[in-house]
């Protein structure tokens, strides 16, 4: 389950980095694009898919990210991609560990 868990992550994180790549180059159909994974309630998550767009560019953004998820499911992502988002993961869970004893306070 834990490992299950992290490669959930990791293929967000490696999605993030290449939606990323996309809307920073120029003539991208939109301004940002990221994905997100949240767990609910009894085991059940969900995968949100979200991006800022031009004017007129709803279907080239849809394109655009679907022709990403489709090349991850087809090919997966490349070492430097995945060693990269290993060392954000590795980074996010030393920061938790870190913070971990620390509360806010709205007083």
């Avoid at 992290?6 to 301004?31: D, T």
């Avoid at 993961?89 to 030393?94: T, W």
């Amino acid at each position: 389950q834990v490992r299950s868990k992290l490669v959930e992550e990791m293929f967000v994180i490696c999605l993030n980095q290449r939606l990323l790549m996309l809307y920073m180059q120029p003539g991208s159909p939109f301004f940002t694009a990221s994905v997100g994974e949240t767990e609910s309630v009894r085991g059940l998550k969900t995968l949100s898919l979200s991006a800022t767009y031009h004017e007129g560019e709803l279907e080239r953004t849809l394109e655009a990210l679907l022709f990403e998820i489709r090349r991850a499911k087809h090919h997966g992502f490349s070492e430097a991609e995945v060693d990269r988002a290993r060392t954000t993961l590795l980074a996010d869970s030393e920061m938790a560990f870190i913070e971990r004893d620390q509360t806010f306070s709205n007083q």
